[in-house]
């Protein structure tokens, strides 16, 4: 069913990356773990090494789910904005691909969820 709206929404959107002082907003899902809804999201500096994420942001939201001590961080699956990638831990976020609003996934083979509840 489509719908009509009644107004026109014209407005300036507050989550413009010039609103973020220096930061991107960055979207983070870990897929197959419904321990957690929906993706996550931090405003983080683009030049932070992609090694960071794993290091720091994503244990901040993610040690919480019995598995993630399990990761093998070596065959993680990883795609930003849908694309799939190998992600250089050494290089910046921007070098990576990882802009204002990105979607980075990332898929744990052999964790399927907590006590295989997606397989």
């Known amino acids: ?3 009509a709206a009644l107004k026109d929404y014209n407005f300036e959107p507050l989550d413009k990356v010039e ?7 960055v979207y ?3 897929i197959d773990h419904l321990m957690f809804c929906a993706p996550v999201a931090y405003p983080l500096p683009p030049e ?6 794993v290091a720091e942001i ?3 939201t993610y040690n ?6 399990n990761i093998d961080w070596a065959s993680v699956e990883w795609k930003i ?3 799939t990638v190998q992600p250089d831990m050494e290089a910046s976020l921007k070098d990576n691909g990882v802009g204002h609003k990105s979607v980075v996934t990332f898929v744990t083979p052999g964790l399927n969820g ?3 509840t997606a397989t």
């Open 81 to 83: 904005d849908h694309q």
């Open 64 to 69: 919480a789910h019995p598995d993630f001590e």
């Open 28 to 30: 983070f899902n870990w």
């Open 19 to 25: 609103n973020f002082h220096g930061n991107q907003l």
């Open 114 to 116: 907590y006590n295989g």
């Open 48 to 53: 932070m090494p992609f090694g960071a994420l």
């Open 58 to 60: 994503l244990p901040m």
């Open 1 to 3: 069913m489509s719908v």
